[in-house]
């Protein structure tokens, strides 16, 4: 029988760093904070931690052993990826499985950017994934001029328009929510408000995408702990669920910056729906998508937000812009998206500060941004990776 993995692992701890540009300390050190943090928060020491799941390894990272070393930690389970926000489902499932099936009992999620101190990697002269021969995984195609990673999203936004006869006012939309969120929340980098005209005004980075579309550069660390969910209830914060997960998707039909036939390989004639196949999360745990009382997903461009809304049934296809411009996804609409700000307005941590801002709110520790009384939310993204935590 498969191991059934619905409410079998719990996150039981959050810590974060400062968010800021040009913070002073290095990643190991914005690392040690958030570790602290989290541990404190869960009521455990660092010998209580056994396994890692690391998202900050090359280019632009740390390796696990060092991770260990430094902290002090005794590791006997470790799943290492590099950092791409993409990774985050990816991390999360490893761990839960590690402490549901004994490999380990608390896994640390670590991620820590310093992005101020790598401007050269990010679409820079020396950004050794934009420039590689055969294109970077953002769809950058150097042999064409385009090295930024916001190329994919910017011809995926492109494709969008075509089809279904949105504009630039769509995604500044979403920016706008999104900050909306983010002057709620002091942790955030962004605040001041943003209004259409800003963003109609603001400086072209690809075509359709402007500034504001793109997420932040900064520095800052999150660390998530999590454990077996009999081990929870015996700490002190009140524990997360991980109550239904899928995994990343890829295939012929799959960019990550573009639903499905949506790519700037992969375009089809006609209209995309949500498939049955990007469900299974909900059926995991044993909810309905209108059961979701809040929506987080990877934000580094603007974009992403109508993507996800339309992958996962949100919307239908091209509803999301009229979605959005009827205030759903701001505070007090019918499906909040990210609530601290996301990548836009919080902070680039990989996604990672979404996590931790889902743990809050099913706390009920957001503060003026608190949700009323949510019993479900989801991380989702674009191409296609979901998780549902309930408290």
């Not at 974009?303 to 999301?320: I, K, Q, T, Y």
Request: hydrophobic share 40%; proline share 6%.
């Amino acid at each position: 029988m498969p191991l059934n993995l619905t409410d079998q692992a719990a996150i039981v701890g959050i810590g974060a760093s400062q968010f800021g540009r040009a913070l002073p300390e290095s990643k190991l050190e914005l690392a040690a904070h958030a570790l602290k943090q989290a541990l404190n928060d869960a009521g455990l020491t660092p010998g209580d931690v056994d396994g890692l799941a690391i998202n900050l390894g090359w280019p632009l990272g740390l390796d696990y052993d060092r991770i260990a070393e430094s902290f002090g930690l005794d590791i006997r389970y470790v799943v290492q990826t590099w950092t791409h926000g993409r990774f985050i489902t990816m991390c999360l499932q490893s761990a839960a499985m590690a402490v549901a099936t004994g490999l380990a009992d608390v896994v640390a999620c670590v991620t820590a950017c310093s992005f101020s101190q790598n401007r050269g990697l990010l679409g820079g002269p020396h950004d050794v994934e934009g420039y590689r021969e055969d294109g970077g995984t953002h769809a950058e195609a150097p042999q064409y001029g385009l090295t930024s990673p916001a190329s994919g999203a910017a011809l995926a936004a492109q494709r969008y328009f075509h089809l279904y006869g949105a504009d630039t006012d769509a995604l500044a939309n979403v920016c706008i929510a999104v900050r909306e969120h983010a002057l709620r929340n002091p942790q955030a980098i962004m605040q001041t408000p943003l209004s259409l005209d800003d963003h109609r005004n603001a400086r072209a980075i690809v075509e359709p995408l402007k500034l504001f579309d793109c997420c932040l550069v900064n520095d800052g660390a999150v660390v998530v702990l999590l454990t077996s969910a009999e081990r929870a209830k015996d700490l002190d914060a009140a524990p997360v669920y991980l109550s239904g997960m899928q995994g990343m998707r890829a295939g012929r039909d799959e960019f990550i910056f573009a639903p499905p036939g949506l790519g700037v390989n992969q375009q089809q004639p006609g209209r995309g729906y949500a498939r049955a196949a990007d469900q299974a999360a909900y059926e995991m745990a044993g909810i309905s998508r209108d059961d979701i009382d809040g929506l987080y997903t990877y934000d580094a461009f603007s974009p992403l937000v109508l993507f996800v809304l339309e992958r996962f049934g949100f919307c239908g296809p091209g509803d999301a812009p009229g979605f959005i411009a009827d205030g759903a996804i701001g505070p007090g609409g019918s499906l909040p998206v990210n609530t601290s700000g996301g990548l836009l307005s919080e902070a680039h941590i990989s996604g990672w500060n979404s996590i931790a801002e889902i743990v809050r709110q099913l706390r009920g520790q957001a503060g003026p941004r608190q949700l009323p009384a949510p019993a479900h939310l989801q991380w989702a993204t674009a191409w296609g990776d979901s998780i549902i935590f309930r408290s």
